[in-house]
């Protein structure tokens, strides 16, 4: 997966600001192989992100690899979707939808990888326990920096 390789680990340091100089120092490395490094993982990023899309029919309007992050429409199903590469839960889609979160039993998992991912991205939200308003406050502002 590619969330496990050690490449990743500069990508997200990228990822928080961290230039490539430091993280070449902080490594014991160049800094020319800290971009080289960069520069294969966005080509699997883009790559993985693509085909996320194709295998769930969504049409790309936006990539952006350095962030992991792609918008597009889902065919099917008609609505806005976001793929997006976390650390902690690998590559994810989101379907903005409005759904009856309080009876669904993905509830938990919902809130955790909202807060998760809005975190990696250093991003503030507004504290609610709806995960439909929790994800459409995130993604609104992830379209912003994508």
């Known amino acids: ?3 496990n390789e050690k490449w990743f680990e500069f990508w997200k340091l ?3 600001h961290v230039s490539n100089i430091t993280i070449a120092t902080n490594r014991g490395i160049s800094r020319q192989a800290v971009s080289k490094a960069l520069l294969a993982i966005d080509g699997k990023i883009e790559t993985a992100l693509c085909t996320m899309a194709k295998a769930n029919k969504i049409s790309i309007g936006k990539i952006n690899p350095q962030l992991g992050i792609l918008l597009g429409h889902s065919v099917p199903m008609d609505t806005e979707a976001v793929i997006f590469i976390s650390g902690k839960h690998g590559v994810q889609v989101w379907y903005e939808h409005d759904g ?6 993905e509830y938990t998992k919902c809130i955790e990888l909202l807060w998760d991912y809005a975190d990696e991205l250093k991003i503030t939200l507004s504290h609610s326990a709806d995960p439909t308003k929790m994800a459409e406050e995130l993604f609104a ?6």
């Open 141 to 146: 502002k992830v379209k912003e920096i994508a």
């Open 100 to 105: 009856d979160c309080e009876k669904c039993e």
């Open 1 to 3: 997966m590619l969330t």
């Open 14 to 16: 990228r990822r928080d």
